[in-house]
């Protein structure tokens, strides 16, 4: 027969319990809460591969300002370089997207 198996559907106590394991898959680091709204959008543009002058431009702000920006976040995150976030944002972006998911289906 091709009847659909049935879907899952999760209360609210799983949802909850999942949106924790997805956060502790993504290894959120402490730093996070403590970013601000610009460097979110940094942080966002490093993840898309952009370069400083890039993010720059795209922000229409100094590129010492970028470097600054990109330095602070680093230091909240406590990572050394610029690729490990663009690996944690692409990381947190699949984590997000696969709550989502996991939502639209309950």
């Known amino acids: 027969s091709n009847a659909e198996p049935p879907r899952a559907t999760f209360d609210s106590q799983s ?3 999942m949106m924790e394991e997805i956060r502790a898959r ?3 680091p402490a730093g996070l ?20 002058n890039e993010i720059a ?3 229409g ?4 300002t970028v470097r600054n920006t ?3 976040v680093l ?5 050394q370089h610029r690729t490990q976030a663009a690996i944690y944002i692409t990381k947190l972006r699949a984590a997000q997207r696969k709550a989502m998911d996991l939502r639209e289906q309950g």
Do not use: C, F, Y
Request: proline share 0%; no cysteine; net charge negative.
């Open 26 to 28: 993504a290894e959120v």
């Open 70 to 72: 990109v330095s602070v």
């Open 75 to 79: 230091n909240k995150l406590g990572m």
């Open 15 to 17: 949802t909850a319990m």
């Open 33 to 52: 809460e403590t970013i601000t709204q610009r460097e979110r959008e940094v942080l966002d543009l490093i993840g898309e591969g952009m370069t400083n």
């Open 61 to 64: 702000i100094a590129e010492k």
């Open 57 to 59: 431009e795209r922000l």
